[in-house]
């Protein structure tokens, strides 16, 4: 079977398996959700397969046809189902980053064996796995069908139901890095032929919500989704390598999963694992060495040093500065990246492209990398480096022995841009190479996440979105709205990687670009909540030691974990507002943010379960003249046992704080 959910699984499932021969005789086959809430149906008509999903009784996606184009003909000229193979189990591993550590899911799946009705008469399987949290299914192309598999497009259709409202990015073309600002409109005003970026999110009107991605995305092509007549269809990044196609690789081969995710809640999207069970298992063994935490990244700032420091540069002497200011403020990591607008290493490029000279092992003058390592871990600071891809990669294996030999723990890989088959197997390879020198990863200029941080626990983030780098030359800056259209697509798929922790808040009639000590949007309680609401193992505090040290707010970056054991949205409303919960050992971490629009919260605390908390608060000062920077911080302990007023409610089960515009809050709670 292509079934790769280790062999306890595999164990666990024989004993559940059922098959069915001759199975066009039972069409429509159904296969229901571990709460017997969604309900998929596969079926084929006029001899094109297709499926269609319900949620409690109510159709989401009508019969949406399933066509994959090969070289030369397609499979929509026919088919008939040969058997189906049914069976229940389940998704049981840890994780080292992520929204939780421990992950129990059950599913039920089916394995639908077609074959095609004329010549060449080829075999494809669906799989198809029902969670409690949505439904997933991929294509698996057996041995027997060649050696090799030519796939020119593949036509996945989701005939969306009734005219949802939808969050949506489109794109130009398929080179892009992912960042844009998002569409906010009904299903049927969504733009015809045009390409969309996945997640994307949609609400129908009686408070079903669904989004739609993909997971484990290996060895083939990155999809997105394209509005036609007959509704959306998948389109595939196209291969440069091999013009005219999507995919070529030998058989056997297996197809990305196609995700559903469907809830009446929408913040559970941010809850489930579902993605990451999809992911094959852990590939690289022990990792114990895969450590989590905050980093540096000076070059947000503008590379500030202290006005004390002598002759600042790519050199020893300015990482010994951010090195020092990490090993006083509990941030793990510091990020060696350019200075002067010229990367670390020698480059005879234009801004940060590579040249015809680059070379990613040659720090500049100066800059002797394995001293910079040496006095880090000295401090008990990890060291991390950016790099242009097109440099690292033709230089791939001696640069990560090189790393690894100078101390290196990590790097950002920028400017990858693409994801067709191509660009995919390099970011593959360089998980897999990184992971044998102990080296994590961070892409940057990216696609989506698809799960694999549980296959390879050493990539960290992803970007793939537009976020505060922007304010560095932007003339209107990211507005709070724009966070929270992340919050209900990108951050769906998993981490999402944003240059945190600007601490120089303005209104935005103050607002300037200024690529040195940039200005953000929003308020300072705002940026403190986003490193909660945020997935991300690796969250940068991008700003300069002295915009941090003695600030009101910075003693909650210093604290704030970066990989959580569990995560709960307690509150959220699309467009409008977020409250999510995250816990880290027995410490609850809670952060809110609003759009531009000043509103109340409520927080409800009964997940925390009876007893006495210490809640340390820090919020939106909104005293006169208004001050965005301004936080209240102040300490309550909460019985949950007792009846009492807290923060002005009679309900001694929530909290009530008021958020001023692009206003938020965070909260740090310990039992006692």
Request: proline fraction near 6%.
């Amino acid at each position: 079977m292509y079934h790769r959910s280790g062999i306890f699984i595999l164990a666990f499932a024989a004993l559940c398996i059922s098959t069915r021969s001759f199975a066009d005789r039972e069409l429509p086959l159904r296969l229901l959700s571990p709460d017997k809430k969604i309900q998929y149906e596969f079926d084929i008509r006029n001899g094109k397969p297709g499926y269609s999903v319900f949620y409690q009784n109510r159709k989401l996606i009508d019969f949406s046809v399933i066509n994959l184009v090969f070289q030369n003909d397609s499979l929509g000229m026919g088919v008939h189902l040969v058997k189906s193979v049914m069976l229940d189990s389940a998704e049981r591993y840890t994780l080292i980053t992520g929204r939780s550590n421990i992950v129990n899911d059950n599913f039920h799946q089916v394995t639908l064996f077609l074959k095609e009705i004329n010549a060449p008469a080829r075999t494809l399987m669906i799989e198809v796995r029902a969670f409690d949290d949505g439904l997933a299914f991929r294509y698996l192309f057996p041995k027997e069908n060649g050696d090799s598999i030519f796939l020119v497009r593949e036509n996945t259709g989701f005939q969306i139901t009734g005219n949802p409202y939808v969050h949506a990015l489109v794109l130009p073309d398929y080179l892009s890095s992912h960042e844009g600002n998002y569409l906010r409109r009904a299903y049927q005003d969504l733009p015809k032929d045009s390409l969309m970026d996945m997640p994307i999110f949609l609400a129908f009107p009686d408070s079903v919500f669904l989004a739609i991605t993909e997971a484990a995305l290996l060895d083939y092509a990155g999809m997105y989704l394209v509005k036609t007549q007959s509704g959306l269809v998948s389109n595939l990044s196209p291969l440069p390598s091999r013009s005219g196609f999507a995919v070529v690789a030998g058989l056997p081969h297996e197809s990305p999963w196609r995700v559903l995710l469907i809830s009446k809640r929408p913040g559970r999207f941010l809850e489930t694992n579902l993605i990451t069970d999809l992911a094959p298992p852990n590939r690289i063994g022990d990792g114990s060495w895969v450590r989590p935490g905050k980093t540096t990244f000076p070059w947000w700032n503008g590379n500030v040093t202290a006005d004390t420091l002598n002759a600042p540069g790519n050199n020893f002497v300015t990482q010994q500065y951010y090195i020092d200011f990490c090993a006083r403020s509990n941030i793990e990591y510091h990020s060696v990246v350019e200075y002067g607008l010229h990367q670390w290493y020698e480059d005879d490029g234009i801004s940060f492209m590579p040249g015809p000279h680059s070379n990613v092992l040659k720090p500049v003058p100066g800059l002797d990398m394995k001293q910079v390592c040496d006095y880090a871990h000295s401090k008990g600071v990890g060291v991390r480096v950016w790099v242009h891809w097109a440099a690292l990669y033709p230089k791939l294996d001696s640069a990560f022995r090189l790393f690894e030999q100078w101390g290196l723990s990590g790097l950002m890989v920028d400017f990858m841009d693409r994801d067709d088959q191509d660009m995919v197997n390099i970011q593959t390879e360089i998980l897999r190479k990184a992971a044998a020198h102990h080296l994590h990863i961070q892409f940057h200029g990216a696609y989506k996440p698809t799960g694999l941080s549980r296959t390879y626990p050493n990539e960290f983030t992803r970007e793939g979105t537009l976020n505060y780098e922007h304010d560095k030359w932007n003339p209107s800056g990211i507005p709070p709205d724009h966070d929270l259209d992340i919050v209900f697509t990108r951050l769906i798929a998993g981490s999402t990687d944003y240059h945190l922790g600007g601490f120089r808040a303005v209104t935005p009639d103050k607002f300037r670009a200024q690529y040195t000590r940039p200005l953000v949007l929003g308020t300072r309680s705002h940026m403190l909540a986003m490193y909660v609401i945020l997935e991300n193992a690796n969250s940068m505090v991008c700003d300069y030691p002295e915009a941090y040290e003695n600030q009101p707010g910075f003693d909650f970056i210093r604290k704030v974990p970066t990989a959580w054991d569990q995560t709960r949205v307690l509150n959220a409303e699309p467009d409008q507002y977020i409250v999510v919960a995250r816990k880290k050992n027995n410490v609850w971490w809670i952060g809110g943010i609003t759009g531009n629009v000043p509103r109340t919260l409520q927080i409800p605390l009964l997940f925390l379960g009876r007893g006495m908390w210490r809640a340390d608060i820090y919020q939106d000062d909104l005293q006169l003249p208004f001050n965005p920077n301004g936080i209240l911080i102040k300490s309550i302990n909460i019985n949950l046992r007792d009846v009492k007023v807290i923060n002005g409610s009679e309900n001694p089960d929530v909290l009530i704080i008021p958020l001023a515009a692009g206003g938020g809050f965070a909260i740090r709670m310990e039992k006692q």
